[in-house]
């Protein structure tokens, strides 16, 4: 018993270890893109909540937040120093392949497994245009919903070195036009309810705790 602990114990630590690299890695390619990992987590945590999801739940989902872009790990440099609105074509075709990555990377971690699907299916649409699979609203995973909608918010507020951040209301508008085709109708309004109530996350980087603290409560060690 002793020593089923102690070696699930080094077995944690290890994925731990594995993970902070890969984060900061990811940081390394693209702080934004790290950063920006750390806020969606919160903000898919807090809707998750929000929506009366199970303290597992919530961390799954914070979880698959956190990872839903290091399959970015793998893309062309030239994807993280263009300075256009628009990608061309070829690297458009590239980015799409992110999810399948991420999800590839993070299948074999035992306590990230039940976050895979939120990392896989964060890009896929209500009307069934989205990617990988395009799998319509009924297909789709909740967690993979709220991602998808924490995703879009983060990024419409906050400044890319391509982009700088809209407004708050901005941000309401576009989810709100982007129901049915892209996000769940539902899951926004309460999202909107959420922030209406709690405010945003200030863009000041990535929290370099996140992952551990997320990590540790997945793997058992209630740290929450
Ligand atoms: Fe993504």
């Known amino acids: 018993m002793q020593q089923n602990l102690t070696s699930r114990k080094r077995l944690y630590e290890q994925h731990l270890h594995t993970l902070s690299e890969i984060s900061q890695a990811l940081g390394e390619k693209d702080r934004y893109t790290q950063a920006h990992g750390h806020r969606v987590a919160l903000y898919a945590m807090r809707l998750a909540r929000r929506l009366g999801f199970s303290p597992e739940d919530i961390r799954n989902v914070g979880m698959g937040g ?75 995973p909740p967690g993979a919903k709220i991602v998808s909608i924490a995703d879009c918010f983060d ?47 200030p863009d000041t980087g990535p929290d370099p705790l996140l992952a551990d603290k997320l990590v540790r409560s997945a793997a058992g060690y209630n740290v929450m």
Do not use: M
């Open 66 to 140: 956190l990872f839903h872009d290091v399959g970015k790990l793998a893309l062309s440099d030239r994807i993280f120093t263009n300075r256009e609105n628009r990608l061309p074509r070829d690297l458009r075709q590239e980015v799409r392949c992110h999810p399948l990555i991420g999800a590839a990377l993070l299948k074999n971690i035992d306590f990230l497994k039940p976050a895979v699907d939120f990392v896989l299916f964060h890009h896929e649409r209500e009307d069934g245009n989205g990617y990988p699979f395009g799998l319509k609203a009924g297909e789709i």
């Open 155 to 201: 990024a419409v507020t906050t400044n890319r070195p391509y982009q700088k951040g809209q407004s708050v209301a901005s941000a309401y508008k576009i989810l709100r036009e982007g129901c049915r085709r892209y996000f769940c109708e539902e899951y926004v309004e309460t999202f909107i309810e959420e922030i209406e109530e709690n405010g945003i996350i």
